[in-house]
Every structure is written in C-alpha cells, then in structure tokens.
C-alpha cells in the first residue's frame, strides 16, 4: 500500500499564489479520480477540488471557484493545486486523497501539508 505524498505549503501573503504538488507512488493509484481538502485548527475537514482521471472533469468548492486550479499529469503521477488571490480563511492543513470507484469515496489520504495565509 503506499500513499499520496503532498509538498509546496507554507506563508504567503493574502493576495499571493502557491502552487501545492501531490506525487501519487504505485500503479495501484494510477486510475483514481483525485481530490485536496482542507482542514483548519477546530475546524472540520472539507472538500477544495477534484479532477477524475481519464476525463479530467473538475469540480470546485464554491469558495475556492475561480482563484484555485486543480490539475494532473498521469505520465508523472502526479497533482497540482495551484492557488492564486489566497485568502487568511484559506489557511488550513492540505490533503491529497485518491477516490475509490466503487466506493465512490476517498480511501487513501497523504499527510498534508500547512498553508497559511497572513494579513
């Protein structure tokens, strides 16, 4: 079993742009529609953006719709989560999770990486 790895976190300005990666290991994964999420402290975890894999069909949590970017590369195995105009409320831990197709539900999650976003 292996899991996402995510990278690119860390302080940015409000108004600034981060690019977050997700490197997906093994073949296992490799047909799995793809999802980030966010979590901040106290909060509950909730859903940023998806892209599914053969299609690349996106769908985007209405308060990152039209700043935040979700995009793959299956030849590399991996995800991109580019943010732009980032917000403080943005600030939360950030995952990577692939999406069973026959669960229909996020089954293998990475260990997240930190965004904050200062004033």
């Known amino acids: 079993q292996v899991q996402p790895v995510e990278s690119g976190g860390g302080l940015v300005q409000a108004g600034g742009s981060l690019r977050l990666s997700c490197a997906i290991s093994g073949r296992t994964f490799s047909n799995r529609d793809m999802g980030w999420f966010r979590q901040a402290p106290g909060k509950e975890r909730e859903f940023v953006a998806s892209i599914t894999w053969s299609a690349f069909i996106t769908d985007y949590a209405d308060s990152v719709k039209g700043r935040f970017t979700i995009s793959r590369d299956n030849v590399n195995a991996m995800v991109y989560l580019q943010m732009n105009s980032l917000k403080p409320e943005d600030t939360a831990v950030y995952y990577c999770?692939?999406?069973?197709?026959?669960?229909?539900?996020?089954?293998?999650w990475g260990p997240g990486t930190q965004v904050t976003v200062s004033s």
């Open positions: 999770a692939a999406r069973d197709p026959v669960k229909q539900q996020y089954d293998v």
